[in-house]
């Protein structure tokens, strides 16, 4: 899946004593990768997997254990989803060698020619 970092302010967070509190409900969701806790800024930053749980899901679960978070940063924002491999796109090409070009070329098949006679390229 899509992996992005997501932030939270956790209004309710007092002190570091509570950060394995935010961890034991945020870490066991289906998705989540990492979490780290700043409780003097009151931010979590979690690292999920958007496809699996999305920031509102994270949210709601600190939320249901009346800690006041709140999406600071949504880390599916931006990451878009999958592009597709277009189908109705042709490229073509046209090698064209100028006058300038053929005297590089000649000097290039030169130098290529000297080289197998010395035994450097096979």
């Not at 034991?24 to 979690?46: C, F, H, M, Q």
């Not at 098949?109 to 010395?118: I, T, V, W």
Request: hydrophobic share 35%; glycine share 10%.
């Amino acid at each position: 899946g899509r992996v992005g970092k997501s932030q939270f302010h956790v209004r309710h967070i007092c002190c570091a004593s509570e950060v394995p509190q935010v961890k034991s409900i945020v870490e066991p969701l289906d998705g989540v990768i990492s979490v780290r806790v700043a409780p003097t800024t009151k931010t979590a930053y979690v690292e999920h997997d958007v496809d699996a749980v999305s920031a509102s899901d994270i949210e709601s679960a600190l939320n249901a254990e009346s800690f006041g978070a709140t999406t600071r940063v949504d880390g599916a924002d931006g990451l878009g989803g999958p592009t597709p491999i277009p189908t109705d796109v042709y490229v073509t090409s046209v090698f064209s060698i100028g006058r300038a070009s053929r005297r590089a070329l000649s000097g290039f098949q030169s130098a290529l020619a000297e080289r197998r006679k010395g035994g450097e390229i096979r």
